[in-house]
């Protein structure tokens, strides 16, 4: 038997970090929505008691390095599983761009091995996996729009916000996520105004969504990567309602509810940039 699952990328409207915590993580709070840019997991019997990850790209491991294989051999271990898996990863999601890659593929792997070997876990549990993972993998698992806290793992839904399109545009470097929080340490850190975003999307109020993005990743990854701060002026000069630089980068996103808008940014962008897409968001999934 197989079962296949969406694994939709994530995106954040708002990121603050309020201090470095003892266990070297970093106490944040942010938003986060989920874009219809997705991988797609595929999990399958085996015949032996082992785990074997596939993966569409030579860059992604295939190993216990894998999120996706982690994902299982946690789940194998808490419900004593003696059964094989075959993991089927579809890469869609540029990987190490500030999009959740790794962590929706773990989330999705939760939600296909729950089905494939009918675990009946509830999302609480779900929930108790992804956290030994990594801190999106939480937010990954359900989606939809919602306040993280702690090291991202603390949930809250939030109403979704008003239709629009999402232009991504990912610069050809990467970043390393644990750098990005290394470099915060030796700056002043630039809060955004987390509060008035959550007023904006109780409100559905477009305009003021778009004027509130903030991340106070984003001066750090600025540094590092040049190609961030023009990617952001030719946005702007297209004519984008907001924009943005997604986690810890370096993805740079645009907002807009123009179809005409959205058309003119890829065209606009596809002169700069090789990687360049136009999603809708996603709804969360139905976890309980
Ligand atoms: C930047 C974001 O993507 C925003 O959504 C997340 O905060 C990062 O989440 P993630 O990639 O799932 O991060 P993890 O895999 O848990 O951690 C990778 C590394 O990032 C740093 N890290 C991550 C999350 C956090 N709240 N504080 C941190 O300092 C730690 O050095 C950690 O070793
Ligand atoms: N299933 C997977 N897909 C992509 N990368 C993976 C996967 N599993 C492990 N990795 C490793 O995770 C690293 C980070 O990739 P990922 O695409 O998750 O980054 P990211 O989008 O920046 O993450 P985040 O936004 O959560 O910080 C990669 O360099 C890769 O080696």
């Given at each position: 038997m197989k079962v296949l699952e969406k694994a939709p990328a994530k995106i954040n409207l708002s990121l603050d970090v309020l201090g470095k915590r003892g266990d070297g993580y970093h106490e944040v709070r942010m938003i986060m929505t989920s874009i219809d840019l997705a991988d797609r997991v595929e999990c399958g019997d085996l015949p032996e008691n082992q785990i074997e990850v596939r993966a569409s790209v030579p860059y992604v491991p295939e190993d216990e390095r894998n999120f996706a294989y982690q994902a299982a051999h946690h789940i194998k271990a808490k419900y004593g599983i003696r059964r094989g898996v075959e993991i089927t990863?579809?890469?869609?999601?540029?990987?190490?761009?500030?999009?959740?890659?790794?962590?929706?593929?773990?989330?999705?792997?939760?939600?296909?091995?729950?089905?494939?070997?009918?675990?009946?876990?509830?999302?609480?549990?779900?929930?108790?996996?992804?956290?030994?993972?990594?801190?999106?993998?939480?937010?990954?698992?359900?989606?939809?729009?919602?306040?993280?806290?702690?090291?991202?793992?603390?949930?809250?839904?939030?109403?979704?916000?008003?239709?629009?399109?999402?232009?991504?545009?990912?610069?050809?470097?990467?970043?390393?996520?644990?750098?990005?929080?290394?470099?915060?340490d030796s700056r002043p850190i630039e809060h955004p105004d987390v509060d008035a975003m959550l007023h904006a999307i109780d409100a559905g109020d477009f305009e003021s969504i778009c004027r509130l993005l903030g991340n106070c990743l984003e001066p750090v990854t600025m540094r590092k990567v040049a190609d961030i701060a023009k990617i952001k002026s030719h946005m702007k000069e297209i004519g984008a309602e907001g924009i943005l630089m997604s986690g810890s980068g370096p993805t740079v996103f645009a907002l807009t509810q123009h179809e005409s808008r959205m058309q003119r940014l890829i065209n606009g962008m596809r002169g700069y940039c090789s990687q360049v897409y136009a999603v809708r968001l996603c709804k969360p999934f139905p976890l309980v």
């Amino acid at each position: 038997m197989k079962v296949l699952e969406k694994a939709p990328a994530k995106i954040n409207l708002s990121l603050d970090v309020l201090g470095k915590r003892g266990d070297g993580y970093h106490e944040v709070r942010m938003i986060m929505t989920s874009i219809d840019l997705a991988d797609r997991v595929e999990c399958g019997d085996l015949p032996e008691n082992q785990i074997e990850v596939r993966a569409s790209v030579p860059y992604v491991p295939e190993d216990e390095r894998n999120f996706a294989y982690q994902a299982a051999h946690h789940i194998k271990a808490k419900y004593g599983i003696r059964r094989g898996v075959e993991i089927t990863i579809t890469k869609n999601i540029p990987v190490a761009a500030g999009l959740a890659g790794g962590s929706t593929d773990a989330a999705a792997t939760i939600r296909a091995l729950n089905r494939l070997w009918k675990l009946g876990m509830s999302y609480q549990e779900m929930l108790a996996v992804a956290e030994q993972i990594g801190s999106d993998v939480a937010f990954c698992l359900k989606g939809g729009t919602a306040l993280a806290t702690g090291r991202g793992e603390q949930l809250e839904a939030l109403p979704p916000l008003p239709p629009c399109w999402v232009v991504l545009v990912k610069p050809t470097v990467s970043v390393s996520t644990a750098q990005i929080y290394k470099d915060l340490d030796s700056r002043p850190i630039e809060h955004p105004d987390v509060d008035a975003m959550l007023h904006a999307i109780d409100a559905g109020d477009f305009e003021s969504i778009c004027r509130l993005l903030g991340n106070c990743l984003e001066p750090v990854t600025m540094r590092k990567v040049a190609d961030i701060a023009k990617i952001k002026s030719h946005m702007k000069e297209i004519g984008a309602e907001g924009i943005l630089m997604s986690g810890s980068g370096p993805t740079v996103f645009a907002l807009t509810q123009h179809e005409s808008r959205m058309q003119r940014l890829i065209n606009g962008m596809r002169g700069y940039c090789s990687q360049v897409y136009a999603v809708r968001l996603c709804k969360p999934f139905p976890l309980v």
